[in-house]
């Protein structure tokens, strides 16, 4: 009482006048003693200030507690490293910040601190002496003394190091490494980042065992987001095996090559190429990057490196010791490690090894075709054509530039013996110059680069043929020709190049590539900039909308010009459906568009690869006839050998029909076709996770952040579902986490939060989130979850009106679509309809039974379990799930364990057989 | 392709297809080829949001309280109108700085004159209710130059509407009156003193004040990000027009 009343005086003086923070003046309309600035500011970043530090923001206040920060001296995977001034001491040291991340829970930072220290025990010259260790805001931070001279990759840069001053910074570091051995501690993350050199050019050790904080359940993925670079972790490490002193000996010898040959052992292109080539590869021998390093050092150092940590060297100390005599001239201890010659996979070699790498066999069959195990230095035979430089001035004939590149593109794809990359994964390529990683990210062995100008009516095209393996040029030409002549340029290059290749065409694909898809070079441009624009994507349905709008237009105008463009109209043909298809809309008019764009198709070009696939859409998109769709695909394929979209709508139907296995593979053969598309990843992921194939689920996931770090979005939420599926709501959590926009995904945020039973703050998201109808459509029935798990009969009341207000302009419109039957009859089952609901429920089942639909049928009888367990019969519901149980896409163990939609059935013994039959795989077939 | 989405049923597993995210009004705008009447709607309700700005600016420059009020409602007609979206791209796409910059030149190019016979047909009904209230015009204010009075009633029109959401949704949680508590520690450092004071008069342990506040400020920061995003053309942009709110908003 005597403290609210100070309170309140305290608050009288402040109101309306300066900010207590800042001195500002500050606006009455907002809460509190803070003016805007401050508000906004506290509004930046989410963790606070130290994050803010970490990502690279200019912090506004230079003060980080006790520390005032100088400038930022070195930037790491985990953290930021800053010179600062402890105030109370008036002393310089080095102060890093760590960002600690969602995962880490209560005991991972305990377990920090108890590791930080030991090493802080740890008092040696070669070791960085650790001051502080602290939690500020969410991030971890410790100060050191600050070494003042630089880190160890940043002086010596890209070049190898003269080999005698190489050798004598590593045995220093090998013997302060063995000191802390001795002690029992490990380092964990040797690398140059971590080795310090003071003004003396005497090396001193940093960050120990700062690696623990990222241990045990952590998937490969979360590693790499705290490490960095994966170039220096030993393969143990990668394979989340224990650690040893051997781990540490393999990050000094990573950091002895690098010096040596100014290269680190491994460098894939991407997190997760380098991970592979850790586990898989032997690292290239040391002279061939650098002539100047002999036999015995370069021994030395491979021996580091080897695979398996019992045939490095045993301790720090051992390394020390040989190195010392190679500088001396004295015979070394290391034998030549000729065994392992080039071929030789450690993997086949070494069975129980094998074992490291977590890969299951399913898995392994996918990978096969998405990546190649052949030998890895050659990556399969296959082409990509990258964009084309436009030499002209004038940009406006870019489209026509484009337009060349995919016309060979696509004559080049009618090869069947012929591996061609789809175009959606080679743009991303344009003006890289790097054929070896274009290659490698790829796998492809070839690329095909090209140059046009284009003036007046004359063309001039420069193509050139490179091989990605060692960059060389293989063959090159160059066209001087009018205009008119340009397909018939196009035809001759792509014949030339598979001749190249030592490729065979067949009459059929010679036929194929010579036919003109038009007369009308305008006309191919509006169906070149047409096609940029169906296979963009957006980041929502309105955007997406337009685009498709606006190709539809190009493709109108493209025919108007010549109505014999069949391609144009197999384009339209497909663009009508996606319009169709855009959620909520459904108008017949596209449909209908759809079919007359594709009647045209067959009527000039019948036999083409293109208008059966088009014709496969429509039978698929339009007219849900699933059989005949896959019949056209199988035309479509040998005609179009390398067209992804064939193989992926083949998949798409395949699952449907409940061929999970072909479905797989031809997921898989899309990807290997269009490497650089997340939507085939996805594909795969969700396709597991509907067998239950969990762990494989979560491996294609991690794979894709990896190599799709913009599209990381849907991968985590893929995660998200996984772990929601295994009932592990810790890991949901981190998912949901992981995303750059929960807003997003809001109904996957609702369940998360059902299933924690937070229902009123599932409640709120669900409400939050609601923008208009469809967003209603989205977590409507979540919500209806969270007021029955409330047992508040009038909100259930409300949000099943709303829910159910939401769905008439469908009910009025003209879809027949089942699942908003579906929908609505769970929802009239809240409302306690009963007879509509169960009629409801029952319609979209017999529309769409789990035989004609094994993807989302068992979803629409899930739906009717749930309307009879919320309408109180508990039999039908029981019999209901019992039909779907052994069903891939049937309910989830943890959704019925977790998901309080369930309720009314629990205790009931059949249920919980039920659940745990659920938590069973479904074999793969 | 767009036709590949993985539609799941929402009572399972209610998220229908993969795409799924608010628009954005300015994006909307900004996309706009032609005049579609989603972008126009977009537009007006974007006006109607921030037209304090527009008003403060003018009232700075010298303008009587009817005369800028006369001037906001035009030079929102006369925008809608014929809304020039080039000169946005150069803007990069941030509404605040167009929309200042269009003012600067409506009122260069005196189409006063013009609008004035059209001004029955006011397309956008600014209610200027809340003027009255607010009509002190703080001391401080005439210290700054008109463009840092708009950004300054800017960033305040956000911070306004932010708060607003957050007071609605504080309703849900059961304890009348804690989000405004709560909301008072927003800036700065969590006080621990002050979330103590909060815990006794609420009857509520001081940790469960701590998680409380801690959720808050999440949302907060969340709902700052959204609106701002309302008014930028990419995601990518809201940190960089918080961050020049700041500065702007710092003396």
């Given amino acids: 009482m005597h403290h609210s009343v100070e309170m309140i005086d305290k608050r009288q003086l402040t109101k309306g006048k300066v900010c207590a923070r800042c001195g500002a003046a500050i606006s009455s309309r907002l809460p509190g003693q803070s003016c805007p600035a401050c508000l906004i500011e506290s509004g930046l970043g989410p963790d606070g200030l130290a994050e803010d530090l970490r990502d690279g923001k200019a912090p506004l206040m230079m003060n980080f507690g006790d520390y005032e920060l100088l400038e930022e001296i070195g930037r790491g995977g985990q953290g930021v490293v800053f010179r600062a001034r402890q105030k109370s001491l008036n002393r310089i040291v080095a102060l890093k910040v760590i960002g600690v991340g969602p995962w880490a829970t209560e005991a991972h930072i305990r377990r920090f601190r108890l590791e930080a220290e030991a090493a802080a025990s740890l008092d040696h010259p070669g070791i960085v002496p650790i001051y502080e260790i602290g939690e500020r805001d969410g991030s971890c931070y410790f100060s050191m003394k600050c070494i003042e001279g630089g880190q160890l990759d940043k002086i010596a840069g890209d070049q190898p190091m003269p080999v005698r001053r190489a050798v004598e910074l590593i045995v220093k570091v090998a013997r302060t490494l063995h000191y802390a051995h001795q002690r029992g501690i490990l380092h964990r993350d040797i690398k140059p980042g971590n080795i310090l050199l003071d003004k003396e050019g005497e090396p001193h050790l940093t960050d120990f065992g700062l690696a623990r904080l990222i241990e045990s359940e952590s998937t490969i993925t979360r590693t790499m987001d705290v490490l960095g670079t994966p170039s220096y972790i030993a393969p143990e490490q990668a394979a989340m095996k224990p650690l040893t002193n051997a781990t540490d000996v393999y990050g000094l010898g990573a950091v002895l090559y690098q010096l040596l040959t100014g290269y680190p052992p491994f460098a894939g292109g991407t997190t997760f190429e380098t991970i592979r080539l850790v586990l898989q590869v032997e690292p290239r021998r040391p002279h061939l990057w650098n002539p100047k390093i002999d036999r015995d050092i370069a021994t030395i150092s491979l021996k580091c490196l080897e695979k398996d940590p019992q045939r490095r060297y045993a301790s720090a100390l051992e390394l020390a010791e040989d190195l010392e005599r190679w500088s001396r001239h004295e015979p070394i201890r290391a034998r030549r490690t000729g065994l392992l010659g080039r071929g030789g996979k450690w993997v086949r070699r070494n069975p129980a090894l094998a074992a490291l790498v977590p890969l299951s066999l399913a898995l392994t069959t996918v990978l096969a075709f998405m990546f190649s195990r052949n030998e890895e230095r050659l990556p399969p035979a296959g082409i990509a054509v990258l964009p084309f430089e436009n030499l002209g001035d004038e940009k406006e004939n870019a489209s026509f530039v484009d337009g060349m590149q995919d016309d060979i593109l696509t004559k080049l794809a009618k090869v069947a013996d012929l591996k061609v990359i789809s175009r959606t994964s080679v743009m991303q390529y344009r003006g890289v110059r790097n054929t070896r990683e274009i290659g490698r990210a790829l796998r492809v062995s070839h690329v095909l680069e090209g140059s046009v100008r284009k003036s007046g009516d004359k063309v001039h095209l420069n193509a050139q043929l490179i091989d990605t393996r060692d960059d060389t040029h293989v063959w090159a030409e160059q066209y001087d020709r009018d205009l008119t002549d340009v397909f018939a340029i196009q035809s001759e290059l792509a014949q030339k190049i598979a001749s190249q290749l030592s490729k065979k065409i067949n009459r059929a694909e010679k036929a194929a590539i010579e036919t003109k898809p038009t007369h009308d070079l305008e006309a191919y441009e509006l169906y070149v900039r047409a096609k940029l624009l169906t296979r963009s994507s957006g980041p929502d349905n309105l955007e997406v909308l337009q685009k498709l709008a606006g190709a539809s237009d190009l493709l109108q105008r493209a025919v108007a010009r010549d109505s014999n463009f069949a391609l144009a109209y197999c384009l339209l043909t497909e663009t009508n459906l996606s319009l169709y298809w855009i959620p909520g809309r459904a108008e017949p008019a596209f449909r209908t568009r759809a079919d007359v764009a594709l009647h045209n198709a067959q009527r000039i070009a019948p036999e083409a690869g293109e208008t059966h696939l088009a014709k496969a859409l429509f039978d698929y998109y339009g007219n849900r006839d699933l059989d005949h769709a896959l019949e056209e695909l199988d035309t479509a394929a040998r005609l179009l050998p390398n067209n992804a979209d064939v193989f992926d709508t083949s998949a798409r139907i395949e699952r449907r029909l409940n061929r999970w296995k072909e479905a797989l593979r031809h997921f898989a053969k899309a990807a290997e076709l269009d490497p650089r598309d997340p939507t085939h990843p996805t594909a795969i992921a969700t396709t597991y996770r509907l067998l239950r194939h969990y762990k494989e689920a979560e491996e294609t996931a991690d794979r894709a952040i990896g190599m799709f770090p913009e599209a990381a979005d849907q991968f985590w939420k893929e995660k998200g579902e996984v772990a929601l599926a295994e009932g592990d709501l810790e890991k949901a959590r981190a998912a949901i986490e992981k995303l750059s926009s929960k807003e997003a995904f809001p109904a996957l945020l609702v369940r998360v939060l059902l299933y924690e039973h937070n229902y009123l703050e599932a409640e709120r998201v669900a409400v939050a989130s609601w923008k208009d109808e469809g967003s209603v459509r989205f977590t409507g029935v979540g919500a209806i979850i969270a007021a029955r798990a409330q047992a508040d009969a009038e909100k259930i009341r409300a949000y099943a009106v709303k829910a159910r207000h939401a769905y008439e302009p469908l009910l009025n419109g003209p879809s027949v679509d089942p699942t908003m039957f579906s929908e609505v009859g769970v929802i009239d089952a809240a409302l306690g309809r009963r007879e509509d609901a169960i009629a409801e429920c029952r319609r979209a089942v017999e529309l769409r039974p789990l035989d004609r639909d094994a993807v989302e049928g068992p979803d629409y009888v899930a739906n009717l379990a749930l309307a009879y367990a919320w309408l109180g019969e508990r039999d039908h519901a029981i019999e209901q799930l019992s039909s779907i149980i052994h069903v891939p896409g049937g309910p989830r163990f943890g959704d019925l364990k977790l998901n309080p939609m369930w309720d009314d059935l629990r205790g009931d013994p059949r249920f919980e057989q039920i659940m745990a039959t659920a938590a069973e795989p479904i074999p793969l077939k | ?251």
């Fill in chain 2, 1 to 251: 392709m767009v036709l590949r989405c993985d539609g799941k049923v929402p009572a399972q597993n209610f998220a229908a297809s993969g795409v799924a995210f608010t628009t954005t009004r300015w994006s909307l705008v900004m996309d706009a080829q032609a005049e579609s009447p989603l972008a126009q709607r977009a537009l007006e309700e974007l006006c109607r949001i921030y037209w304090r700005p527009i008003y403060s600016f003018l009232r700075r420059e010298g303008k009587t309280a009817e005369d800028a009020q006369d001037l906001t409602q035009d030079f929102f007609a006369q925008l809608l109108e014929r809304g020039d979206f080039a000169a946005v791209r150069q803007e990069k796409g941030r509404l605040r700085s167009y929309l200042l910059g269009s003012l600067k030149h409506f009122l260069a190019n005196d189409r006063r004159r013009a609008m004035a016979r059209k001004r029955g047909e006011g397309r956008v009904p600014i209610s200027f209710d809340y003027l009255r209230s607010e009509e002190c015009v703080d001391v401080e204010e005439q210290a700054l130059s008109p463009d840092r009075v708009y950004d300054r009633h800017w960033a305040l029109t956000v911070l306004d509407r932010v708060f607003a959401r957050l007071l609605v949704e504080g309703q849900h949680l059961g304890r009348p009156g804690l989000t405004e508590r709560l909301s008072e520690l927003l800036s700065g450092e969590p006080d621990p003193p002050a979330q103590s004071q909060i815990a006794r008069e609420f009857g509520m342990t001081e940790n469960a004040v701590k998680q409380a506040f801690h959720r808050l400020r999440q949302r907060y920061r969340q709902l700052l990000r959204e609106e701002v995003a309302q008014t930028v053309a990419t995601p990518a942009d809201v940190e960089g027009e918080l961050r020049e709110l700041m500065i702007a908003l710092r003396p």
